[in-house]
C-alpha cells in the first residue's frame, strides 16, 4: 500500500522569506501524480501544485515550486516570498491510476503560518 | 462554473440517528470521490464512482456506512446509526475522465453527540 509522509506537523516563516516543505512517499509503482493541496481555514481543499512521476523537469506555479526526487521518492514544495494568504494546512497527496483506483492517499499535512 | 456542491455545510445530530450527507458534482465529471478528515486519521477516502458504479469501497468503515449514485448529477453518504466516532468533515470531489485534478467541495462537518 501506498504512504505518505509529512515530517514537519507544523512550520512558521516570515512574510516574504521562502520555506520549503517535505514530503516522502512508498510505493512500489512507477507511474503516478504527486500533488500539494493547500487547505485554509475555509476548509476548502486547492489544488496548489501537481507533478507526473514520468516528468523529470520540475513543476512550477508562479510562486510555489517542487523538488521531485523519484529515486528518493520526496517530493518537497517550495513557496517563495510567502504571503499572509499561505498560512493554511498543505497536504502532500500520492495518486496512481493502477488497479483501477485513482484514490488520492494524503500525509497527514503540515501547518503553514505565515507571520507578518 | 458553480463547482461540487455539498449540503448540508454543518450537520449536528444525536447518537443513533440517521444522517444523510449530498453531493452534486461538476457537470461532465465522470468520477466521483468521498473522503473523511478526522484529526486522527487525517484525509482518507471511503468510496469511489466512476460512471456511477462504486469502483473502490475498501475505506468505508463499516456497514453503518453506505453510498450510492443513482445518476451522474447526485450521490449520497448515509450513516445509520451514527455514531459519536463518525463525527468529521466529509468532502466530496469529482474530476472528469482521463484528467488527475480532482475538484473538492466544501465539505460537511458532521458531529454526533
Redesign the interface.
Known sequence: AQTVTQSQPEMSVQEAETVTLSCTYDTSENNY?L?WYKQPP??????VI?Q?AYKQQNATENRFSVNFQKAAKSFSLKISDSQLGDTAMY?CAF?T?QG??????????TKLTVNP | DAGVIQSPRHEVTEMGQEVTLRCKPISGHNSLFWYRQTMMRGLELLIYFNNNVPIDDSGMPEDRFSAKMPNASFSTLKIQPSEPRDSAVYFCASKPVGYNEQFFGPGTRLTVL
Open positions: 501524480y500533488f475555509s476548509r476548502q481543499m486547492i489544488l501537481r507526473e497536504f495518486m491510476t483501477g483506483s485513482e484514490k488520492l492517499v494524503f500525509g497527514k499535512g
